[in-house]
């Protein structure tokens, strides 16, 4: 072209810029873009915005942001240059320079794209900065700016992570109705948001929604599953659902079969994993290290450590060399079943062979010393830790003040809580757990000198309860005594554990305690005394706890009105129970998640079948509409009961819903299996 006496202009320059820059030849395109400004051919927005984004795309933001710099006077940055830049600097970390770009983006003028958002909201969820990313998703929707599904399910899994599963599926909801439709990607979000608050029964009927939309489950979605009904301890279901995934023509990975024999090995049933460990390898799936050191793990647990030590060859045969994990795995086993001395060894085996310690073996070892009454021992490899930059966890510090309560070394106990609370790490319930029995102790050996020395017969007090208050205030005391002044989160810790053991006396006279001092309860404190005192059925109280949460602007989840409800039936106050469910529905939430834990998990547990019908009847005439599915599991669990007339008015809902709903008849063949008074 040039030969020939024709010279390219813009276009033709732009036009190779974009190619090179495809094929990743992004040197040679910032070549012919220098070349370009030296024969004085002014390139467009669009000649630097193509390398820019390469740049970003490639790690070379810094490069990218040169090249801004340069752009010719006249040549602004449009918004696919802004996004671009933002995408890059945020994957690099330089957040906070990418926020300060879209500011500027937005002060030039220039509104933001799905892509420019996407971005942002992707790398704040993922640097755990989720309330920013809400508020960029909100702010899109009153700017009419469309999110994507991509957005949809970035926000979704934030809510997720912080455990508002409610509220993730009040966004699935606006999904369904007004789209983007839910993916696979949005399916298996919330399953797995389910599974994370332990609503195994909701991740179950998702799954099941998930197949009646048209949505084909895949690996993950069974993995995820198998993996979170395992660590419940519901292992039956768990291997349900790996047939089912078989039967489905899905090929178990690594991580199917990883989830379930880990499952196994915890559940105690370790020659099952090792059998299905065979199974996996006779069918060409490679176990990876992860799926091994599970193996080892309920090897080491169950003592079988010689077995233990033949899989670690077998993995070395394989080229799997042993990770971290694995030494810490058998070190742990050790520790708990009284071979401390033979877990130093191979703590020091493994850093012969370059493999740093970590917490979790640092924690176990201090576990195994304890055990064995080497307490100060154990204090020293604390030490050892400090000097390695490891910073000791709950789980380190409690184990390690439980070695000193039992050799009735309390003081020292209590300076390790000072400690503890120094280096910024907060003790749970099992640790005050602890320190209770160190105070209860020392307090039974002073009874018993006091017995002694008056020639009295010693018993405990008959008042047991009264008397473990006592000692919850008397650590707390103690507490103070050594500069750990309890805050807020201590009461609330305390007050959790004491609700989830069932001793409400406990908790509610700390509670009181507490406000005596002028603190404060939070919401965690608000929800578990709400839904112990729900559990003995003292409805008054509960409502008490209820308002006082509605005036500090706290917002109830579906979880604790469904307590409440079902306690105000217990105590023969439907009419406040229907108010509160009536309340309820003025708020947002997803209809098909009422169902399943109102109505279902609740009312139909406790037997209110007309109540159930009664809610269901109050929810279609405030237009809350319903999956085909729910109505499907509703019939169900009527027909379970052979409550005929509830399940007949269910059934006649399925029927006037076929009218309108494309089936393949599956739902209709489902709900007549499951209703025998239909046939």
């Known amino acids: 072209m040039v ?19 495809i094929e990743g030849r992004v040197d040679e395109a910032l070549n012919m873009l220098d070349e370009m400004i030296e024969k ?34 006249g040549c602004q940055p449009n918004v696919q240059t802004y996004t671009a830049l933002i995408s890059g600097l945020s994957r690099v970390g330089k957040l906070e320079v ?11 003028g220039l509104v933001p794209n799905t892509v420019t958002y996407n971005a942002l909201i992707n790398e704040l969820c993922a640097g755990a900065r989720f309330n920013t990313a809400l508020d960029i998703f909100i702010w899109m929707g009153r700017h009419h700016s469309l999110p994507n599904a991509g957005t949809y399910n970035e926000i979704i899994n934030g809510f997720c992570m912080v455990g508002n599963i409610e509220k993730a599926m009040v966004l699935f909801s606006k999904m369904q109705k007004i789209g983007p439709p839910p993916t696979i990607v949005t399916y298996n979000t919330l399953i797995n948001g389910y599974l994370m608050v332990g609503n195994l029964n909701n991740a179950l009927r998702l799954l099941d929604l998930m197949k009646e939309n048209g949505c084909e489950p895949d690996e993950w979605t069974y993995s995820e599953l198998v993996s979170g009904f395992c660590k419940r301890g519901k292992l039956d279901l768990a291997t349900t659902l790996f ?32 059998s299905l460990l065979e199974n996996m390898e006779e069918k060409d799936c490679k176990a990876n290290i992860e799926t091994y050191n599970a193996v080892i793990n309920g090897l080491a647990k169950t003592n079988r450590f010689s077995e233990a030590e033949k899989l670690c060859n077998k993995m070395s045969e394989k080229e799997l060399l042993p990770n971290i994990i694995t030494y810490t795995t058998l070190i742990d086993g050790l520790c708990r079943n009284g071979g401390t001395h033979l877990a130093f060894k191979i703590f020091h085996e493994m850093e012969k062979r370059n493999c740093s310690p ?24 604390l030490k050892e830790m400090d000097m390695k930059g490891l910073v000791p966890d709950y789980v380190t510090f409690t184990s390690l003040i439980d070695g000193f309560v039992m050799l009735g070394r309390l003081d020292h ?36 000198k006091v017995a002694v020395q008056h020639e009295s017969a010693y018993s ?12 919850f205030y008397n ?140 809610f269901l009847h109050i929810m279609e005439s405030n237009n809350r509409s319903l999956d085909f599915h729910t109505y499907v599991i509703l019939a169900r669990e009527l027909s379970k009961v052979e409550k005929s007339i509830n399940a007949n008015q269910v059934a006649d809902k399925l029927r006037a819903m076929t009218l309108y709903q494309p089936t393949n008849g599956e739902g209709i063949i489902s709900f007549v299996a499951f209703n025998p008074l239909m046939l």
């Open 3 to 21: 030969k020939e006496g024709c010279d390219p202009n813009s276009v033709t320059y732009s036009t190779l810029i974009n190619g090179l820059c």
């Open 40 to 73: 004085s051919i002014e390139p467009t927005v669009y000649t630097y915005t193509v390398p820019i984004s390469s740049l970003c795309a490639t790690g070379r933001v810094k490069e990218a942001i040169d090249l801004v710099a340069k752009m010719r006077r």
């Open 98 to 108: 990418a926020i300060g770009l879209y500011h500027k983006m937005l002060k030039d």
């Open 243 to 274: 047939h089912e995934m078989v039967d489905r023509g899905l090929n178990p990975n690594e991580f199917n079969y990883t989830a379930l024999i880990d499952g196994l090995c915890k559940d105690g049933k370790v020659d099952a994993a090792l």
């Open 358 to 381: 970590n917490l979790y073996t640092y924690s176990s070892l201090i576990h195994g010393l304890c055990l064995d009454g080497k307490v100060d021992d154990a204090e020293m490899l």
């Open 413 to 448: 106990a209590f300076s390790l809580l000072r400690r503890m609370s120094d280096v910024g790490c907060k003790p749970n319930y099992r640790t005050f757990t602890v320190l209770v029995k160190g105070l209860w102790k020392e307090c039974h050996l002073l009874a018993e």
């Open 460 to 471: 405990c007090s008959s008042e047991e309860k009264d008397f473990n208050f006592e000692m």
């Open 475 to 614: 650590v707390l005391a103690r507490m103070s005594e050594y500069g750990c002044e309890p805050t807020v989160e201590t009461y609330s810790t305390l007050v959790t554990g004491l609700c989830r053991d069932g001793r409400t006396y406990e908790a509610d006279h700390l509670v009181k305690s507490m406000e005596e001092k002028g603190l404060c309860p939070n919401e965690e404190i608000c929800n578990s005394l709400l839904g112990a005192y729900c559990k003995s059925v003292k409805v008054e109280s509960a409502l008490e706890i209820f308002n006082l949460m509605i005036v500090k602007g706290f917002e109830p989840r579906l979880s604790i009105y469904r307590a409440l409800i079902c306690a105000l039936c217990k105590a023969s106050r439907a009419e406040e129970a229907q108010a509160l469910f009536e309340n309820m529905l003025e708020k947002q939430w997803n209809s098909n998640e009422i169902v399943w834990t109102i109505l279902v998990d609740g009312l139909l547990k406790d037997g209110e079948f007309n109540l159930c019908m009664k």
